[in-house]
């Protein structure tokens, strides 16, 4: 299945991984998010811009050593060099690159207005449909700068009770930049890290489907699995660390499916009614 190209006069839809808080699995999510939306046929720019190059450390140590978004951002390299093409043809990174503890805060500052990063995924719509982003704890000036040229931002909630705190937050971040003109909207939150056998865990889910509209959440939730653990420590995600797939990888399916409907990404093959198993 192949999507058209992207207009290369257009940014592609821009899905911004974020959450204030921190270990909640937005890398995980951004990773397997981008492999299924990946092998649903949309051509996927997964781009890392977490100052700990949380992306390139879950996949190979190789994509620490080379080029990528800080070099760009800085006007030292090409997006076209920087990328890197994966095994499979629809999904492409964008590591962070190589970065200094001392240059942080300098990456953060060319980050925070959104200009630079903004100018970047203009360029980068001869590449993708939907470029994905994975970002760094709160709403600091990396975040900041790719929430200002999102179009669509998913935070993971982790199933405990300080998890929600976070919530309010990004609610405020985002009413504040879409009244600055930003095109943000919230795609959804999503339930991580949920233990079905503890009940506080299932209490502080049961919270959140409480308290927020359905259009705000999702059907599938992340569970806590050591199935993680085993991926990122091979450098893989979740759906490519064996044959037969583990269980958890059509979560990913179906949050992918979900999120290209709120996004209204485009379809290859558009059906508005059922289709004849035989003839």
Same mark, same amino acid.
């Given at each position: 299945?192949?999507?058209?190209?992207?207009?290369?006069?257009?940014?592609?839809?821009?899905?911004?991984?974020?959450?204030?808080?921190?270990?909640?699995?937005?890398?995980?999510?951004?990773?397997?998010?981008?492999?299924?939306?990946?092998?649903?046929?949309?051509?996927?720019?997964?781009?890392?811009?977490?100052?700990?190059?949380?992306?390139?450390?879950?996949?190979?140590?190789?994509?620490?050593?080379?080029?990528?978004?800080?070099?760009?951002?800085?006007?030292?390299?090409?997006?076209?060099?920087?990328?890197?093409?994966?095994?499979?043809?629809? /999904? &492409? &990174? /964008?590591?962070?690159?190589?970065?200094?503890?001392?240059?942080?805060?300098?990456?953060?500052?060319?980050?925070?207005?959104?200009?630079?990063?903004?100018?970047?995924?203009?360029?980068?719509?001869?590449?993708?449909?939907?470029?994905?982003?994975?970002?760094?704890?709160?709403?600091?000036?990396?975040?900041?700068?790719?929430?200002?040229?999102?179009?669509?931002?998913?935070?993971?909630?982790?199933?405990?009770?300080?998890?929600?705190?976070?919530?309010?937050?990004?609610?405020?971040?985002?009413?504040?930049?879409?009244?600055?003109?930003?095109?943000?909207?919230?795609?959804?939150?999503?339930?991580?890290?949920?233990?079905?056998?503890?009940?506080?865990?299932?209490?502080?889910?049961?919270?959140?489907?409480? /308290?927020?509209?359905?259009?705000?959440?999702?059907?599938?939730?992340?569970?806590?699995?050591?199935?993680? &653990?085993?991926?990122?420590?091979?450098?893989?995600?979740?759906?490519?660390?064996?044959?037969?797939?583990?269980?958890?990888?059509?979560?990913?399916? /179906?949050?992918?499916?979900?999120?290209?409907?709120?996004?209204?990404?485009?379809?290859?093959?558009?059906?508005?009614?059922?289709?004849?198993?035989?003839?």
């Amino acid at each position: 299945m192949t999507i058209p190209p992207a207009p290369t006069h257009e940014r592609p839809k821009a899905l911004a991984v974020a959450s204030q808080k921190g270990g909640v699995g937005k890398t995980t999510l951004s990773l397997n998010l981008a492999l299924a939306f990946a092998e649903g046929g949309y051509r996927v720019l997964l781009i890392d811009t977490d100052p700990q190059g949380a992306i390139g450390l879950s996949l190979s140590k190789k994509l620490t050593e080379r080029p990528g978004l800080v070099d760009c951002i800085a006007g030292e390299a090409e997006l076209e060099t920087s990328i890197v093409r994966t095994s499979l043809t629809n /999904l &492409l &990174l /964008l590591p962070l690159g190589q970065l200094a503890p001392s240059e942080t805060q300098a990456f953060g500052s060319a980050m925070a207005d959104g200009s630079r990063f903004g100018a970047l995924l203009t360029e980068a719509s001869h590449h993708c449909d939907l470029a994905l982003i994975d970002t760094p704890c709160g709403f600091g000036g990396i975040t900041l700068g790719v929430l200002r040229n999102a179009t669509h931002v998913v935070s993971p909630i982790q199933a405990e009770p300080i998890a929600l705190r976070s919530v309010d937050q990004l609610l405020e971040m985002v009413q504040s930049l879409k009244r600055q003109g930003a095109p943000l909207k919230i795609a959804g939150l999503v339930i991580s890290m949920l233990q079905r056998d503890d009940e506080r865990s299932v209490a502080s889910a049961r919270d959140v489907w409480d /308290l927020f509209p359905p259009q705000l959440l999702f059907d599938a939730s992340i569970p806590r699995d050591p199935v993680f &653990l085993e991926a990122t420590a091979v450098g893989v995600p979740v759906g490519m660390l064996r044959t037969p797939r583990p269980a958890v990888t059509h979560i990913f399916e /179906l949050l992918a499916a979900e999120l290209a409907l709120r996004m209204q990404l485009p379809t290859a093959q558009p059906n508005d009614g059922p289709q004849a198993l035989v003839d």
